[in-house]
C-alpha cells in the first residue's frame, strides 16, 4: 500500500486512503464544534445576564442592564472566539493546502487535543476587550453575513445546475427524463402552493399592503423563471426553474416570518413570554436548519473553485481547507447577526431567533437578488451570443473614391 510521507505533528499517519477518511471525517467535527459554540452563544444571550453578571460593566448598547447584555453577550461570545480565533486561524494556516503528505493536512484533520486548548482559552477573550472593538465586529459581521449570503447563492445555484445535468436529458439527445420531470413537477406544486399558504397565513385582512406585494411579487418572479427557462432561446428545461422556484418561495416565507408579531398580519398565534413548546421546537428546527445550510455550504468548496476540471489525484486533498473554513467563518458572523436580528443596540425575545424589520428586509433583499441572479444566469449567453454575432457581421463601411 502506497504510503504518504511528510511531517505527521499530530500523528496522522497511514495511507492515502486512511488519510482521505480521516480528513473526510474532520469536516463533521468541525460541524459539531459549530453547532455547539451556537447553542452556546444563545444561552449567552437568553440566560448569561444571569451566569455572567459580573460582566455589566462592558455593555455594549450602553443600557447596563440585562437586555443590552443580550445583544452584547451574543457578539462578544462570537466575535473573536468563533471567527477570528478559531475559523480564520484554521484557514490561515490550512490555506494552499493540497496534498494529504503536508503537515498542514495533519494539521486540519487531527491535533483535536492542541486545537480544543485554543477554543477553550479563546473563550473568554471576547468579554475582556474594549467596548470599541466589539461595535466593530458588529458591523464587520453584518459584511461577512451578507457574503455568507452570498456564498450560500453560489452553492444553491451549483446545486440547481448538477440537478440538472444529472436528471433532465440534452436537447439534441432521445432521452425523456421521467424523474427529472417528476421533481420539476413537485417543485412548482410546491411553489405555488406554498404561495397560496403564504396568502393565507400572512394576508389575514386587506390592509396588509406589505405581504400583499411581497407574496404576489415572488408569484411573479416564480413565473418569469418558469416562462424563461421554457423560451426557445434558453431551452433550460423546468427543473431548474422549479428549483429556483421552491428556493425563492421559502425565501420569501422566512422573510414574513421574520417580521415582528406584533402588527395584524400574522394569522398563527404570538410567542409567549418565556417560549411555549412550539416555539421552543420551532427555534431548535431552526438552529439546525441553519447548521445544516452552513455545513453543506462549507463542504460544497468545488463551487467556489475556478476550476473544476481538474483532475483529482491519489495524494490530493478531497476538498479546500482554506474554503471549508472561511465559509464557517462567515457562517459564524451570519449566526451572530442573527441572534441578534441584525440590529447591534435592540435586545432580541428570548427562544427567538432572527425576528424584526432588519431581518424582514435582509431576507427579502436576497430573495430578488437570487431570482436576479437566476434570471441573468438564464439570458447571459444569448446576450454574449448576440453581442458576438453583431461583432461578427460587423463589416466597416468603406467610402469609393
Known amino acids: 500500500m502506497t504510503k504518504a510521507g511528510g511531517a505527521e505533528p499530530c500523528g496522522g499517519g497511514g495511507g492515502y486512503e486512511a ?11 468541525y460541524g459539531f464544534v459549530f453547532f455547539a459554540t451556537n447553542l452556546l452563544a444563545w444561552f449567552v444571550r437568553d ?6 453578571r459580573g460582566l455589566h460593566h462592558v455593555p455594549v448598547c450602553g443600557a447596563g442592564d440585562s437586555k443590552c447584555f443580550e445583544s452584547g453577550g451574543v457578539l462578544r461570545f462570537t466575535s473573536l472566539q468563533n471567527v477570528q480565533i478559531f475559523f480564520w486561524l484554521m484557514f490561515a494556516t490550512t490555506f494552499g493546502t493540497r496534498k494529504l503528505h503536508e503537515a498542514r493536512n495533519s494539521w ?28 466593530l ?36 439527445s432521445n432521452q425523456c427524463g421521467l424523474f427529472g420531470l417528476f421533481l420539476s413537477t413537485i417543485c ?58 421552491a428556493y425563492i418561495v421559502f425565501l420569501c416565507w422566512s422573510a414574513l416570518h421574520s417580521e415582528p408579531q406584533t ?7 404570538k410567542i409567549a413570554k418565556d417560549g411555549d413548546w412550539a416555539t421552543i421546537v420551532s427555534f431548535i428546527i431552526a438552529i439546525c436548519s441553519i447548521v445544516m445550510a452552513t455545513f453543506s455550504t462549507g ?19 478531497p476538498y479546500s481547507y482554506e474554503i471549508f473554513h472561511i465559509v464557517f467563518a462567515m457562517g459564524a458572523m451570519y449566526f451572530a447577526m442573527l441572534f441578534i436580528s441584525w440590529e447591534l443596540n435592540h435586545p432580541t425575545r428570548k427562544w427567538s431567533i432572527d425576528v424584526g424589520w432588519a431581518s424582514t428586509w ?9 431570482a436576479s441572479i437566476y434570471i441573468w444566469k438564464l439570458i447571459s449567453p444569448i446576450v454574449s451570443r448576440n453581442q458576438f454575432v453583431d461583432a461578427e457581421g460587423f463589416v466597416p463601411h468603406r467610402p469609393t473614391v
Not at 362 to 370: D, P, Q
Open 19 to 29: 488519510l482521505r477518511r480521516q480528513s473526510l471525517r474532520a469536516r463533521y467535527a
Open 47 to 52: 440566560y448569561g445576564a444571569r451566569a455572567l
Open 108 to 135: 486540519h484533520s487531527g491535533c483535536w487535543i492542541l486545537k480544543s486548548l485554543v477554543y477553550v482559552l479563546s473563550i473568554g477573550i471576547p468579554f475582556i476587550i474594549p467596548n470599541i472593538f466589539i461595535q
Open 137 to 172: 465586529y458588529g458591523e464587520i459581521a453584518r459584511l461577512g453575513a451578507g457574503i455568507f449570503l452570498l456564498l450560500q447563492l453560489i452553492s444553491m445555484l451549483h446545486f440547481i445546475s448538477w440537478c440538472n445535468k444529472r436528471w433532465m436529458p440534452d436537447p439534441g
Open 188 to 245: 412548482y406544486i410546491a411553489s405555488f402552493s406554498g404561495i397560496g399558504v403564504l396568502y393565507f397565513l400572512y394576508v389575514p385582512n386587506s390592509s396588509c399592503a406589505f405581504n400583499i406585494f411581497t407574496i404576489t411579487w415572488t408569484a411573479i418572479l416564480v413565473k418569469i423563471m418558469m416562462a424563461m427557462s421554457l423560451h426557445s432561446k434558453v431551452n433550460e428545461g423546468l427543473l431548474s426553474s422549479g428549483v429556483m422556484s
Open 263 to 269: 402588527g395584524k398580519c400574522h394569522s398563527h398565534m
Open 299 to 317: 463542504i460544497d468548496t468545488k463551487s467556489f473553485q475556478f476550476r473544476n476540471d481538474e483532475v483529482q489525484l491519489e495524494d490530493d486533498t
Open 362 to 370: 435582509v431576507k427579502i433583499i436576497n430573495e430578488w437578488f437570487a
